[in-house]
């Protein structure tokens, strides 16, 4: 069975920060990527006799002006998956900068936002100096997001199945801008959904295990996949980064 692997990289990034604790925490970012989906794929898929077939990195470039180390960093572990052949493909996103207006708010209880609004002590006033309850703050942010991950998640996994170079699919990512097209491979071929955040899976993302082909199933990433999986150190003159 021909296996493809389809990794939102930021995605990954950012739940497995969360998984290892925080930001400072070091040991799992020289990640094999080749070798931790081996390792899911044969502990926990049930499928028969599964390779790797094809291992596709959707990330996008860290801002050099912002982030020189961040960015440095980067490209060192891109030629080091390269190098380790531990990717077959790396697929570049972008990031856009811009100014977001938007309502002040808290996180309430289930996450969601909650709207702050004028009230004593602190109070808006009209053009007549006579208060204005329930009055919004309007704030303005700046915002960099990364574009084009999920996109280049789902168009590279679409195209394997159209040109039948997979027989089963492997997703890491919880975003549920991917519900559309994982549910439509299900009708055609095995996928696999790896969540590597700490939280519930997308709710979009779940179904049925035996909807269309069948043989579907759902994996929580957890910390010794991360620890357990890392590319040698060097590889060739490439060195792990600091505090990796």
């Not at 799992?28 to 599964?50: C, E, F, K, N």
């Not at 549910?183 to 709710?203: E, K, M, S, T, W």
Request: aromatic share 8%; net charge positive.
């Amino acid at each position: 069975m021909r296996v493809g692997v389809y990794i939102d990289g930021y995605n990954l990034y950012y739940g497995a920060r969360g998984l290892m604790g925080g930001r400072g925490q070091a040991g799992w970012r020289w990640l094999d990527l080749r070798a931790m989906a081996t390792r899911i794929v044969s502990q926990h898929s049930g499928w028969s006799s599964p390779t790797i077939e094809r291992v596709i990195f959707c990330t996008a470039s860290i801002d050099g002006t912002t982030n020189a180390s961040g960015a440095r960093d980067q490209t060192i572990y891109l030629r080091a998956l390269r190098t380790a052949r531990a990717v077959d493909v790396t697929e570049m996103g972008r990031y856009v900068s811009r100014v977001a207006v938007a309502p002040l708010a808290t996180k309430g209880p289930n996450g969601r936002p909650v709207i702050t609004t004028a009230n004593w002590p602190i109070m808006v006033q009209d053009a007549a100096e006579q208060p204005v309850p329930g009055a919004r703050f309007m704030v303005s942010v700046a915002r960099r997001e990364e574009k084009g991950s999920d996109v280049n998640v789902a168009a590279h996994l679409l195209l394997d199945l159209l040109h039948q170079r997979i027989d089963a699919a492997v997703v890491i990512s919880n975003d549920s801008d991917l519900a559309y097209p994982i549910r439509q491979a299900r009708d055609l071929i095995p996928i696999g959904l790896v969540n590597p955040q700490r939280g519930f899976p997308a709710g979009a993302l779940n179904d049925r295990p035996t909807r269309g082909v069948g043989q579907h199933w759902w994996y929580q990433l957890t910390p010794a996949d991360l620890t357990t999986c890392q590319l040698p150190d060097p590889i060739g003159p490439i060195h792990r980064p600091a505090g990796w």
